[in-house]
C-alpha cells in the first residue's frame, strides 16, 4: 500500500546518486546558526560548506526556492501567520537576532535565495560536477555554458513542482539515479505521478526531518502501483485535503487510500478531473459522492451525500441511511473547486 511504503523505507543513503534536488525547508538557509556575525559569514562558513558537502555525493546538485508571488492562492495564508520586519540582505548585513520573524517577510526570504545562490554558483567545482540554483524565475548555474532552456524562465511559484522540472532536466541531460530532498508530501505525491514521464533508473525522495526521515524509492511505489492511479494520485491528495484544500474531518489519507481501493470506479472520475474540465460531469460527480460516503461508511449503500455540520471550511460529511437531512452537494462542488483549483496550479506549470 502507498501510505505504507512511504513509512516503510529505512534513513540509509542509497548508493550511486548522479544528482541531488533539494527544496529550501531541507537546508542551512532554514535555521539560524550561532556564531554567525554576518550574511557574508553565513554564506561563506555555513552553506557553502554546506553545498560542497552534497557535490562530493553526487554529480549534480540543484538548489530550487519558493517565489512569493503577492496574487496566489499561498499569499493570504502568508499573511495570517504574520508579517516579519523587513531587513536588508548584503554581505556585511548582520544577522537577524530573531531568526523566525525575519523569515515571515516574503521580500527577505527573496533575498536572501537570490543571495545564496549567486554565492554558491561560484564555488570551485571539480571536473564533472554541476550546480544549479534558481533565482527567481530564472536559474544560475555553474558551469555557466549549462543549457538552461528546460528550466528558465519559470512561471511556478511553490518548489515542490519545480523541483520535478530539476529533476526531469538531469534525466534529459544523463543523471539517471536522482534524490529530491524535501518535507512535503506534495513533492512525494507528484513525483509518483511524474515518474513515467521523466523516466529516471531510480528516483528516492529524502523525506521528512528528525526521526521521522526516510528514502522513499518512488521507482518501486509506481512498480507495485496501476499506471492509472499514479497519474491521478495528485487528484485524490488534492480532494482529500492538502496545502490550500481542507480535508475531510476525521478522514485522513489511509482512509482515503483504502476507500479508492475498495472502490477502484472513482479512479475514472480521478481520470476526468485530472483533464480540467470546466465543469464536473453528473456521472464523475456521482462517483465522488459515493466515495466520500464510503470513506465514513463501508457499508453505506447509499450515494447522496448529507450534512451534519462544519468544521471550518469543510463540511464533515454523513450519509442518508443514518438518518440525517440537508443535501450538501453543493457544498462538495465547492469543495471540489478548491481542490480543482489546486490541482490546475500544479500540473499546468
Wanted: aromatic fraction near 10%.
Amino acid at each position: 500500500m502507498f501510505v505504507e511504503q512511504i513509512n516503510s523505507y529505512p534513513v540509509k543513503y542509497p548508493d550511486g546518486m548522479s544528482a541531488r534536488v533539494a527544496d529550501w525547508p531541507t537546508m542551512p538557509a532554514h535555521s539560524r546558526h550561532q556564531g554567525v556575525l554576518t550574511f557574508q559569514e553565513y554564506g561563506d562558513r555555513v552553506f557553502a560548506p554546506y553545498i560542497s558537502a552534497q557535490l562530493e555525493k553526487s554529480s549534480r546538485i540543484d538548489l530550487v526556492w519558493d517565489v512569493y508571488l503577492p496574487a496566489s492562492l499561498k499569499a493570504s495564508t502568508r499573511q495570517k501567520r504574520g508579517k516579519g520586519t523587513r531587513k536588508r540582505v548584503a554581505p556585511s548585513t548582520v544577522m537577524p537576532k530573531n531568526w523566525k520573524d525575519f523569515l515571515r517577510c516574503d521580500e527577505n526570504k527573496t533575498d536572501l535565495f537570490a543571495f545564496l545562490s549567486r554565492r554558491v554558483v561560484h564555488l570551485p567545482l571539480a571536473e564533472g560536477k554541476e550546480l544549479y540554483a534558481t533565482d527567481g524565475s530564472g536559474v544560475l548555474c555553474s558551469p555557466a555554458e549549462s543549457y538552461l532552456a528546460c528550466l528558465a524562465p519559470c512561471s511556478q511559484e511553490e518548489a515542490d513542482t519545480r523541483l520535478l522540472l530539476h529533476v526531469a532536466d538531469a534525466v534529459q541531460k544523463g543523471c539517471k539515479k536522482v534524490t529530491i530532498r524535501t518535507v512535503d508530501t506534495d513533492v512525494v505525491v507528484l513525483a509518483v505521478a511524474s515518474f513515467s514521464k521523466i523516466a529516471p533508473d531510480e528516483l528516492w525522495v529524502a523525506f521528512g526531518v528528525g526521526s521521522s526521515f526516510r528514502y522513499i524509492a518512488v521507482h518501486e511505489i509506481v512498480a507495485t502501483m496501476n499506471p492509472t492511479k499514479c497519474l491521478t494520485l495528485p487528484v485524490l491528495h488534492a480532494f482529500t485535503g492538502c496545502d490550500t484544500v481542507s480535508a475531510f474531518a476525521g478522514r485522513g489519507k489511509k482512509t482515503a487510500w483504502e476507500t479508492w481501493k475498495s472502490f477502484p470506479e472513482v479512479t475514472g472520475a480521478f481520470n476526468y478531473l485530472l483533464c480540467m474540465p470546466r465543469e464536473v460531469s453528473e456521472g464523475s460527480m456521482l462517483l465522488l459522492e459515493r466515495f466520500v460516503v464510503l470513506m465514513y461508511d463501508r457499508t453505506s449503500e447509499s450515494i447522496e451525500v448529507l450534512k451534519l455540520h462544519a468544521l471550518g471550511s469543510c463540511p464533515v460529511l454523513f450519509f442518508a441511511n443514518k438518518g440525517r437531512s440537508g443535501e450538501i452537494r453543493g457544498d462538495l462542488v465547492h469543495h471540489f473547486g478548491n481542490a480543482d483549483g489546486f490541482v490546475r496550479e500544479i500540473l499546468l506549470k
